[in-house]
């Protein structure tokens, strides 16, 4: 049983920044994938940033130049850093970890709210 929790949401003004962090507890198993959705109202899930194990790293067109994916393999962490933050990147934020991103363990999500 692998449990994700999400931290770091939150309401910001238009250009400010947000650090999320996700935290997996409940397996010593180690994740190929580890990344982050998003969900806005009325919208699908999308991916916004994706790390490998092996250190490849992508990003949604969207945020490139703007948010930054780190993960730390001993702890079981994946971290997003988000600047420059627009009304357009209000969503909930899910973290996702597996052997293919996509699939796997879900967090429950934290909320991102971006106001103009």
């Known amino acids: 049983q692998v449990q994700l929790v999400e931290s770091g949401g939150g309401l910001v003004q238009a250009g400010g920044s947000l650090r999320l962090s996700c935290a997996a507890s409940g397996s010593t198993f180690s994740f190929n994938f580890m990344g982050w959705y998003r969900q806005a109202p009325g919208k699908q899930r999308e991916l916004v940033a994706v790390?490998?194990?092996?250190?490849?790293?992508n990003y949604a067109d969207s945020v490139k130049g703007r948010f930054t994916i780190s993960r730390d393999n001993a702890k079981n962490t994946v971290d997003l850093q988000m600047n420059s933050l627009k009304p357009e990147d209000t969503a909930v934020y899910y973290c996702?970890?597996?052997?293919?991103?996509?699939?796997?363990?879900w967090g429950q999500g934290t909320q991102v709210t971006v106001s103009s």
């Open positions: 996702n970890v597996g052997h293919f991103i996509g699939l796997g363990s």
């Open positions: 790390a490998t194990r092996g250190g490849t790293i």
